[in-house]
């Protein structure tokens, strides 16, 4: 006779969410009088590469700066990696912002240092490891930026990619949680461009650390985006996936992805306003 056996059923947990390292909500920002940001609510997750874009003028500058933790807010709330940055005293804050990275758009390379004293220099300014330390570090960086070789080099002995890549390794070198990079791609040709993609989704791989980055480049944006966050005139338009973006409805979205430009109508009165000077108004943003 078959014994009768209780059958356990293991049912698999569902996947853990991904943590959220910067959450913003209703954050609003003026340059005097003038609101740049309008009520921004989003968040970026642990280990996504969000991509920030938008027209000229429709705030993403102003806003990778407020992700970077550099700028105030007129009103609403921003946490980078679970802290409220409003709540953080001078020290605080200075040790948050050593877990940021920053590859900024021209490179910003000194260019009286070694492409190796550039990548240095953080280590210089914010620990107390030794210089032979130091030197390792920076050449086990520009092996991950395939520039291994190039630390005795100035800055204008390198091409304009390669100098890019510089600066990746610079941002890196202190192993940051998030990697900030504006306009990656700006002024390459194509296939370097490319590459500077394949860089930034090897980088995101190899250290676990996400990644934010603004740009106008539509090809980049679609091969390393986890999510696309469209901005415009201080708003938010939409936050999603790569195909969820190129299926959107909205216009404004499509505008965008098609390079239409708006066909925006002047105010009578607004116009009137900005000639005399009496009293600007309109969505100017930076």
Same mark, same amino acid.
């Given at each position: 006779?078959?014994?009768?056996?209780?059958?356990?059923?293991?049912?698999?947990?569902?996947? +853990?969410?991904?943590?959220?390292?910067?959450?913003?909500?209703?954050?609003?920002?003026?340059?005097?009088?003038?609101?740049?940001?309008?009520?921004i609510t989003m968040d970026?997750?642990?280990?996504?590469?969000?991509?920030?874009?938008?027209?000229?003028?429709?705030? +993403?500058?102003?806003?990778?700066?407020?992700?970077?933790?550099?700028?105030?807010?007129?009103?609403?709330?921003?946490?980078?990696?679970?802290?409220?940055?409003?709540?953080?005293?001078?020290?605080?804050?200075?040790?948050?912002?050593?877990?940021?990275?920053?590859?900024?758009?021209?490179?910003?390379?000194?260019?009286?240092?070694?492409?190796?004293?550039?990548?240095?220099?953080?280590?210089?300014?914010?620990?107390?490891?030794?210089?032979?330390?130091?030197?390792?570090?920076?050449?086990?960086?520009?092996?991950?930026?395939?520039?291994?070789?190039?630390?005795?080099?100035?800055?204008?002995?390198?091409?304009?990619?390669?100098? +890019?890549?510089?600066?990746?390794?610079?941002?890196?070198?202190?192993?940051?949680?998030?990697?900030?990079?504006?306009?990656?791609?700006?002024?390459?040709?194509?296939?370097?461009?490319?590459?500077?993609?394949?860089?930034?989704?090897?980088?995101?791989?190899?250290?676990?650390?996400?990644? !934010?980055?603004?740009?106008?480049?539509?090809?980049?944006?679609?091969?390393?985006?986890?999510?696309?966050?469209i901005l415009d005139k201080?708003?938010?338009?939409?936050?999603?996936? !790569?195909?969820?973006? +190129?299926?959107?409805?909205?216009?404004?979205?499509?505008?965008l992805l098609n390079r239409?430009?708006?066909?925006?109508?002047?105010?009578?009165?607004?116009?009137?306003?900005?000639?005399?000077?009496?009293?600007?108004?309109?969505?100017?943003?930076?």
């Open positions: 006779m078959a014994e009768d056996k209780d059958t356990e059923q293991t049912v698999p947990a569902p996947d +853990k969410a991904p943590d959220k390292v910067i959450e913003v909500e209703n954050l609003v920002t003026h340059y005097g009088e003038r609101e740049i940001l309008k009520g970026v997750r642990e280990n996504e590469i969000m991509v920030i874009m938008g027209g000229s003028g429709s705030g +993403k500058s102003t806003l990778l700066r407020h992700l970077m933790a550099l700028e105030a807010h007129t009103s609403g709330t921003m946490k980078i990696l679970g802290q409220d940055i409003e709540k953080l005293n001078a020290i605080d804050m200075f040790n948050l912002r050593k877990k940021l990275g920053v590859a900024f758009q021209g490179g910003a390379l000194f260019s009286s240092m070694t492409v190796g004293e550039n990548i240095m220099l953080p280590l210089y300014e914010h620990t107390d490891l030794d210089p032979t330390t130091m030197e390792i570090m920076a050449r086990m960086k520009l092996e991950v930026v395939s520039l291994a070789g190039f630390e005795n080099l100035m800055p204008a002995e390198l091409s304009g990619g390669m100098i +890019k890549r510089a600066a990746f390794a610079r941002a890196i070198i202190m192993d940051p949680k998030i990697l900030f990079c504006d306009e990656p791609s700006a002024g390459l040709d194509p296939v370097v461009a490319s590459a500077l993609d394949d860089l930034i989704l090897d980088m995101r791989a190899a250290m676990s650390m996400t990644v !934010v980055v603004v740009t106008h480049e539509l090809d980049s944006a679609f091969k390393i985006a986890d999510r696309i966050a201080g708003h938010i338009l939409m936050i999603g996936t !790569v195909d969820e973006v +190129k299926k959107s409805k909205n216009e404004r979205v499509q505008n239409m430009p708006e066909d925006d109508t002047i105010d009578p009165d607004e116009y009137l306003g900005r000639l005399t000077g009496e009293e600007i108004g309109g969505d100017a943003t930076l």
